[in-house]
């Protein structure tokens, strides 16, 4: 049985850097996902994080990437299936994209993707040192207003934590249609000590790096002419 927090939005802290919980109502099939798949595939952060985190999967791999909010799962489903050697970890606490993420995997029965299906704060909290490959995340909340700014995911107090599990080299990538954000994001981490902008022509932040999957999100973006901004920061 899941926490009751996870399944009420109402009992979950205001200080949550997503919105809803829960959209419309699960199918049956959907809904028994979560009792059948998710347990399997769930991490368990009421113990130690292990040392090397490539020991989560029942299959071998040889490094791992973390994908926060990743919505409907297309863009972690297809980095799955094409690097069967990687092993993904996938964060979402939206009822529904989650529901759409366990019945993809089991139909792939996709063996190298762990789920959190909470806030990706407390999985950053629980992971090793230099444990992680890469951290993407793709069109979060942009929590436009000025008053809900402090629920923005890209805050200095995260930097610090991507610093932490990313290894030597390892990338954090982001990306947004929202202007704003872009800005917000650049500038917080430029003027970390840990992170490097890895861009060197307009190009690099114009397009997707090489594999890129669009999401449905991505899509929205594009057919309401709201342009993207890919930006890559390196763990130095």
């Not at 979560?34 to 040392?51: C, K, Q, S, Y």
């Not at 995911?153 to 990338?171: H, M, N, P, T, Y």
């Not at 973006?221 to 890559?232: D, K, M, N, Q, V």
Request: charged share 30%; aromatic share 12%; proline share 7%.
């Amino acid at each position: 049985m899941w926490p009751q927090r996870l399944m009420n939005p109402e009992l979950y802290s205001a200080r949550a850097f997503f919105g809803r919980r829960k959209g419309h109502k699960l199918r049956p099939r959907q809904a028994e996902l979560f009792d059948t798949v998710l347990p399997r595939l769930a991490l368990e952060l009421e113990r130690p994080a292990p040392a090397e985190l490539r020991t989560l999967f029942p299959v071998p791999v040889s490094e791992v990437r973390l994908e926060i909010g990743f919505g409907g799962g297309e863009n972690m489903l297809a980095q799955a299936r094409a690097r069967p050697l990687t092993g993904f970890i996938g964060v979402e606490p939206f009822v529904n994209g989650m529901a759409k993420a366990l019945a993809a995997i089991e139909a792939a029965d996709l063996q190298n993707i762990r789920l959190h299906f909470d806030d990706a704060i407390s999985l950053l909290a629980w992971l090793p040192d230099a444990s992680l490959a890469r951290i993407e995340l793709i069109h979060p909340d942009p929590w436009p207003k000025r008053r809900h700014w402090k629920r923005r995911f890209v805050q200095d107090a995260a930097i610090k934590q991507f610093a932490r599990v990313l290894r030597s080299g390892g990338d954090f990538r982001f990306v947004t249609d929202i202007s704003d954000y872009a800005s917000w994001t650049l500038q917080r981490f430029l003027r970390s000590s840990d992170f490097e902008w890895t861009a060197r022509r307009a190009d690099d932040w114009r397009k997707g790096w090489p594999d890129f999957v669009g999401t449905r999100y991505h899509a929205k973006a594009a057919r309401e002419e709201r342009a993207p901004c890919f930006l890559i920061f390196r763990r130095r």
